[in-house]
Each structure stands twice: as C-alpha cells, then as structure tokens.
C-alpha cells in the first residue's frame, strides 16, 4: 500500500509568492477548477504526483492540499507491489474508491491518472485479457487450438472446438488472436470472432446493368461493396429494417435486423482496426492454392488492376465489421482420418471436396453444409469474382452478385476480459470489463 500526503496550503503566506500580476480573485477562481492527478509508472513501479496544470503551478506541487489518497495494487486478485509490466498480457480490470474519485486509464502510455476530490481509498486491480487467456490455453489443448500459420497466430482448430463466445447477446466463435494494427496505427493483440449463424443470404456486391463494364454482376472492391455497408453503415449497424440486396442488377430483398444488429453495449467491445484487402491469382495451383499462399496474398501488395469497371482496389481497409478470411477456413481444419491436418493444409484448398480430402472441410467448425458463406477476399482475375467457403468443403470464387450466407466478423478491443464461461455452445465465454 501507497501513501501520499500534500502539504497543506497557507493562503496568508503563499499568496505573496505568486506573482502580483494575478489579482486574488483570478488565483481563488483557478484554485477553485485545480485537482491532483496520480501518474503510476509501471516500469519502476514509481507512484508520482502530478497537478492537471503543472505549467502553472509547477513549483506549488506540494503547496496545495486535496487530501490523502491511499492506493493499493492487485495482480490476480493478490496483493502486488506494482503494477505488471506493459505488454505482459495484463490490463487495469477496474479501480475501486472508497470516495468514488474519477479516474483514467491510458493503455498505450500505461498509466493511471486519478483525479481526488478529497480523502479517498483505492484499490487498482490488474488481470489478464482475454487475448492472453486464450494463447495460455494453447500448449495444453493440441487437439484444438494450433500455431503453425506464417506468423504464428493461435487459432481453434477441428469440428467442435470449445470456442464459443456470447456476443451480442448471441453465439459467435473465437477465430484466434492476431496482432492487428488499429486506427491509430498501433499493433496489439485482439480477438477475431466471427457470428455462429448467418445474418441472411445476400450478395456481396451488385450494380445496375447500366454502369459501366459490370453487367449489373457487382463490383469486387471491399470498401465500396454493398455487404461491407450493410456491416457497418446499413441496417446490420443501425439495428434497423429496409431492403438488402440479393441478386443482379441492384435486385432486393426485405431485412430486418431489428433483434439481430448490433447492439451499442456490443460496438463498445469491438475495435476499428485495418483489414486486409489483398487478392489472390491462379488459387487452384499447388504454387499458389494452399492455405499459406492465401494468408500471405491476403496480406499482400497484389490488387485487381485489369477490370474496366473504373474502380482502384486497394490492399488495405480500416473499418469495424467484416468477413473470415479464406486463411481462416483453411487454418481452422483439423483433418480427419484418411487426411492430417498437415495433409489438408499441404493440398489445394480450392480442391478440398476431392475423393480423400472431405474431411478438410468437414472437421472443420468453420464449414457450413446448407450454405455457401462470403470471405472478405477478391480474386485478382475478373472484375466480380470474390471467394466463398462452398458447402463442397472447398474454397471457390463467385459473381459478387450471387446470395450467399453472411456472417460478420469483427476484432474485439486488446483490453477485453474474459469474465466467465466455458467456451461451450451451453455454457460460452462471457467478455466484457469489470470497470
């Protein structure tokens, strides 16, 4: 436990020290507005105390008194000496004061400020975020959970994973955690989860037959396409009912998402982060076909630059709500019997419904059998193909227009706790925070 006292300030005495250029009453009104903020610096596990306007009262620190403030730390609910290291897998799970003093968490700065009003008691309680809670798991559950991706990136593997998560007041899966670079070009560890069922069959992207060079088939560009503004601008955002589109030539259908959009308490765990927009040429060739050859190209520099439709695609986009990558399909099978998980991940993944490699897809909690579901990923060749886990067990491409089954993915916040559960379908994880 930490105690820290303020000298008591002397208004006869110290007043004459300020210069004389501030009247009595523009210091009585400043001192009215000034509170202490309590700066924790982990590295050296040095408690500091800093005035919100230490430009001006830089050499009064110790002159002017709001009171005592006693503050303790926990790590794992045990009593600590410090706070844990930055980028240990650890975050402020909540403080706790006896006088409800406000305070403010800086993740990336690793500080704490507490602003004190008066006397008060605190308690800071560290604990592991749900990205750590997960990877921990990894070493001892083989069986569902591996790491063998090009960079490393834990995942759940197999049929039946205990990866279920209650998000949105529905079941989603826990993909793996990946290190993603956020709006603010931060890279950090985060959560990809993606929803259990489909929102509704819809095109990923459609257009009238009277734009240029499409033929009303779409457009395979993420950032303009009529999915991604369903996701994150449309009625999925907004929680609201209209039309959706699902067919050629700009066709519709009525959506409503009124129960099932996201809900605001749901936007608050997610992350605006960049996704990867990359394309991928000549996807059925044992040079170019196989999971890995998705994930590099998916994060890669290759773009369509051949259609005629007037649209520059990019390699990159920053937004909330998006799609499973193909890697991610391909990543999540654990084989079978008459195919390993090395077997699968080896073979051309366009190519997974043929004689002896089923179980690619089949063993895999990813695969849909009633339906065909949208990635985020275009091909390079052709101005509408996009790809799409077929209920083959393969990975195709297809006109943009096409209705398939959509379900959302999105990356939750690094700092995101895992509160309860167990990772099965009756009993899923429960995130959130305690703050």
């Known amino acids: 436990m930490v105690r820290m006292r303020l000298k008591p300030f002397n208004p006869d005495k110290d007043l004459k020290k300020i210069n004389r250029r501030y009247t009595k009453k523009q210091l009585l009104t400043t001192l009215l507005v000034l509170f202490v903020m309590i700066t924790i610096g982990s590295s050296y596990a040095i408690f500091s105390i800093q005035p919100e306007y230490h430009t001006f009262l830089k050499a009064q620190v110790g002159e002017f008194s709001t009171g005592d403030i006693k503050l303790s ?59 750590t809670e997960i990877e921990n798991l990894a070493p001892t559950n083989l069986s569902t959970m591996s790491n063998d991706d090009p960079d490393g990136n834990v995942r759940y593997i197999g049929k039946s994973p205990n990866n279920y998560v209650k998000f949105n007041n529905e079941l989603w899966r826990i993909v793996g955690v990946f290190n993603i670079k956020g709006e603010d070009n931060n890279y950090k560890k985060r959560v990809k989860i993606v929803r259990n069922d489909s929102i509704g069959s819809l095109s990923w992207d459609t257009t009238p037959t009277t734009q240029i060079n499409t033929d009303g088939k779409g457009i395979n560009a993420w950032f303009q396409a009529d999915v991604m503004s369903l996701l994150n601008l449309g009625h999925y955002w907004n929680r609201t009912s209209g039309v959706c589109y699902n067919g050629i030539n700009n066709a519709t259908t009525s959506c409503n998402y009124t129960t099932t959009g996201l809900l605001e308490a749901s936007k608050n765990l997610i992350s605006k982060v960049e996704w990867n927009t990359g394309s991928i040429t000549a996807y059925d060739t044992t040079s170019n076909g196989l999971p890995n050859h998705f994930y590099t190209n998916e994060r890669g520099d290759v773009v369509n630059t051949t259609s005629s439709d007037g649209v520059i695609r990019e390699k990159t986009w920053v937004g909330i709500v998006g799609l499973l990558y193909p890697s991610d399909y391909g990543y999540a099978t654990s084989g079978g019997t008459s195919a390993s998980r090395q077997t699968c991940l080896n073979y051309i993944i366009n190519k997974w419904d043929d004689p002896g490699y089923t179980e690619c897809g089949t063993n895999n909690y990813l695969y849909d059998l009633n339906e065909d579901v949208w990635t985020l990923t275009v091909s390079a060749t052709g101005k509408w193909n996009v790809f799409a886990i077929s209920s083959d067990g393969r990975i195709g491409a297809f006109n943009a227009y096409r209705n398939k089954a959509v379900k959302p993915a999105v990356y939750l916040n690094s700092d995101v706790l895992l509160l309860d559960g167990k990772g099965t379908s009756t009993n899923p994880y429960i995130v959130g925070y305690k703050k």
């Open 73 to 131: 730390v926990q790590v794992d609910g045990k009593a600590a000496e410090e706070f844990p290291k930055k980028d240990s897998g650890y975050t402020l799970e909540y403080l706790n004061c006896t006088n409800d003093s406000s305070y403010i968490w800086d993740e990336d700065n690793w500080e704490l400020k507490i602003s004190i009003k008066g006397p008060d008691e605190c308690v800071a309680s560290f604990g592991l975020t749900l990205a």
